[in-house]
């Protein structure tokens, strides 16, 4: 059975960091792309960042860029979500996602492309 679990949220102050998990079991990352995802109360769910962990290729959203980091290990079959200078914005339940993506290159942005998704893990940046 092919799943992904997150892990990693919390509450946290502004300007403070959190690590989050996806950990992927039943399928090898190797040919996979993982992206990232959250949803904010009353909003849509928006992209953050993804990964094609087969090159490492990363895209990250407007939002996050120079504040996020992913990174992927692949022998822990296991993707990270770095996050610093937490905002009160950055608020939201994250959700990870995985599809095929058998030949690298620019990972999919939109939450449609991917197949299987995790159950989300709460982040709540606030004093």
């Known amino acids: 059975q092919l799943q992904v679990v997150e892990s990693g949220g919390g509450l946290v102050q502004p300007g403070g960091s959190l690590t989050l998990s996806c950990a992927a079991s039943g399928f090898t990352l190797d040919y996979y792309a993982i992206g990232w995802f959250r949803q904010a109360p009353g909003k849509e769910r928006e992209g953050v960042s993804c990964i094609s962990s087969s090159d490492s290729i990363t895209y990250y959203a407007d939002s996050v860029k120079g504040r996020f980091t992913i990174s992927s290990d692949n022998d822990k079959n296991t993707v990270y979500l770095q996050m610093h200078s937490l905002r009160p914005e950055d608020t939201a339940v994250y959700f990870c996602?995985?599809?095929?993506?058998?030949?690298?290159?620019?990972?999919?942005?939109?939450?449609?492309?991917?197949?299987?998704w995790g159950q989300g893990t709460r982040v709540t940046v606030s004093s």
């Open positions: 996602a995985a599809r095929r993506w058998r030949f690298g290159g620019n990972c999919p942005r939109a939450a449609r492309a991917y197949e299987y």
